[in-house]
């Protein structure tokens, strides 16, 4: 049997979410193909423990955070040097933008013999002021080209930095994937989750809408709210499974349109996939996207699908076939396609077996493996 390459994966946060998925999903998907996984994650402890009963060796990051602060940095580099030095990979994998960077860094430092970067989507397309989205434009293209390789979630986020010198030549695209296993009942499903948020009960004949998202300006909650509250005489629901920054202007913004227990905030939701069958429609209104986890794991249930047109969400989603695209920032597309989708449950469950199919076909878990380990061999 040949010698076990040693790979190490370093991701910003550990608090759970589409990057940690996909740290997940890659990491105990090598260490069952004879790899030598270790993974050091920051912030929150979900991912290291899910990977701790998975036997996958983990290290606790310290002083790495999301957000950049210059004293903090120096700190966090000299985290990363000294277990990069540590544990000797033959693979340094990283994983969000302040940990790619810093870890290029640290690598190239090092000489690691390969430093992949798999950039889930960048800083630079957030809604910033100009100098701000210049410079996180630099420091992506600077991640990449420290980097041997850099992995692309979607066409899309390969294409935003096609025009630095050298960076499209150094980008490859892998789809992010998922195993498509058995899935509860709509009937089994809605008893779980009436028994983690009991004010549902209440709900049973509503039409039931479910967004798995994190409480950030990204992901255009605050656009939906104002398109739902339009929906007038419809009944519905509207669960949203997700912690974050935005929680108190949401629940504000919710007294303030008399939605109260038409709209629930659940928090953070531990394997919150289980709870999709129960719904009848998956939301996603964001401003800026990758390749979502949380569509693949509606398609893998057949939920149908309404999402913006951002990202690489329009490589998983073709409107009208697998889901509905609108645009984003625009409430009145949420409003009248909600009305299309709840009017018409024949065309909504054609809709979610198409997306099973799709998931099934062309965002598998091996598909994903194979294109990760195609930018380990540098091939």
């Given at each position: 049997?040949?010698?076990?390459?040693r790979?190490?994966?370093?991701?910003?946060?550990?608090?759970?979410?589409?990057?940690q998925?996909?740290?997940?999903?890659?990491?105990?998907?090598?260490?069952?193909?004879?790899?030598?996984?270790s993974?050091?994650?920051?912030?929150?402890?979900?991912?290291?423990?899910?990977?701790?009963?998975?036997?996958?060796?983990?290290?606790?990051?310290?002083?790495?955070?999301?957000?950049?602060?210059?004293?903090?940095?120096?700190?966090?580099?000299?985290?990363?040097?000294?277990?990069?030095?540590?544990?000797?990979?033959?693979?340094?994998?990283?994983?969000?933008?302040?940990?790619?960077?810093?870890?290029?860094?640290?690598?190239?430092?090092?000489?690691?013999?390969?430093?992949?970067?798999?950039?889930?989507?960048?800083?630079?397309?957030?809604?910033?002021?100009?100098?701000?989205?210049?410079?996180?434009?630099?420091?992506?293209?600077?991640?990449?080209?420290?980097?041997?390789?850099?992995?692309?979630?979607?066409?899309?986020?390969?294409?935003?930095?096609?025009?630095?010198?050298?960076?499209?030549?150094?980008?490859?695209?892998?789809?992010?994937?998922?195993?498509?296993?058995?899935?509860?009942?709509?009937?089994?499903?809605?008893?779980?989750?009436?028994?983690?948020?009991?004010?549902?009960?209440?709900?049973?004949?509503?039409?039931?809408?479910?967004?798995?998202a994190?409480?950030?300006?990204?992901?255009?909650?605050?656009?939906?709210?104002?398109?739902?509250?339009a929906?007038?005489?419809?009944?519905?629901?509207?669960?949203?499974?997700g912690?974050?920054?935005?929680?108190?202007?949401?629940?504000?913004?919710?007294?303030?349109?008399?939605?109260?227990?038409?709209?629930?905030?659940?928090?953070?939701?531990?394997?919150?996939?289980?709870?999709?069958?129960?719904?009848?429609?998956?939301?996603?209104?964001?401003?800026?996207?990758?390749?979502?986890?949380?569509?693949?794991?509606?398609?893998?249930?057949?939920?149908?699908?309404l999402?913006?047109?951002?990202?690489?969400?329009?490589?998983?989603?073709?409107?009208?076939?697998?889901?509905?695209?609108?645009?984003?920032?625009?409430?009145?597309?949420?409003?009248?396609?909600?009305?299309?989708?709840?009017?018409?449950?024949?065309?909504?469950?054609?809709f979610?077996?198409?997306?099973?199919?799709?998931?099934?076909?062309?965002?598998?878990?091996?598909?994903?493996?194979?294109?990760?380990?195609?930018?380990?061999?540098?091939?």
């Amino acid at each position: 049997m040949p010698i076990a390459k040693r790979v190490l994966f370093i991701v910003t946060k550990g608090s759970w979410g589409g990057a940690q998925r996909y740290v997940f999903d890659v990491a105990t998907g090598l260490a069952a193909r004879n790899y030598e996984v270790s993974v050091a994650a920051g912030g929150g402890s979900e991912l290291l423990s899910a990977l701790s009963k998975e036997g996958v060796r983990t290290v606790k990051l310290v002083y790495m955070e999301r957000d950049f602060a210059r004293r903090g940095e120096w700190r966090a580099f000299r985290e990363l040097f000294k277990i990069i030095r540590a544990q000797k990979p033959d693979i340094l994998h990283l994983n969000s933008s302040k940990a790619g960077l810093l870890g290029a860094l640290a690598g190239r430092l090092l000489r690691v013999p390969r430093i992949v970067f798999t950039a889930h989507g960048w800083a630079s397309e957030e809604s910033r002021p100009l100098k701000e989205r210049a410079l996180f434009l630099t420091l992506h293209w600077l991640t990449v080209l420290l980097s041997h390789c850099t992995i692309a979630v979607s066409k899309h986020t390969r294409r935003h930095l096609k025009w630095f010198p050298f960076a499209s030549r150094k980008m490859i695209t892998v789809h992010n994937g998922i195993s498509i296993g058995a899935k509860l009942s709509r009937a089994a499903s809605w008893e779980l989750l009436i028994k983690r948020i009991s004010v549902l009960a209440a709900h049973y004949t509503s039409y039931r809408i479910v967004s798995i998202a994190e409480l950030h300006p990204n992901k255009g909650l605050d656009v939906a709210l104002e398109g739902l509250a339009a929906l007038g005489s419809v009944p519905w629901v509207w669960v949203i499974m997700g912690e974050g920054e935005l929680r108190q202007e949401l629940e504000r913004r919710i007294q303030e349109c008399g939605l109260h227990g038409r709209v629930i905030l659940a928090g953070r939701v531990p394997r919150a996939a289980q709870y999709l069958p129960a719904f009848d429609l998956f939301l996603l209104p964001s401003r800026k996207e990758g390749l979502p986890y949380v569509l693949l794991e509606a398609g893998a249930v057949e939920l149908p699908v309404l999402a913006t047109s951002v990202g690489g969400i329009p490589e998983l989603i073709r409107s009208m076939k697998d889901g509905i695209l609108i645009d984003p920032e625009v409430p009145e597309a949420v409003t009248g396609a909600v009305r299309i989708m709840a009017a018409d449950p024949q065309k909504c469950k054609q809709f979610g077996a198409r997306l099973k199919e799709r998931v099934g076909e062309a965002f598998s878990t091996e598909i994903m493996l194979e294109g990760v380990i195609h930018a380990y061999e540098g091939v």
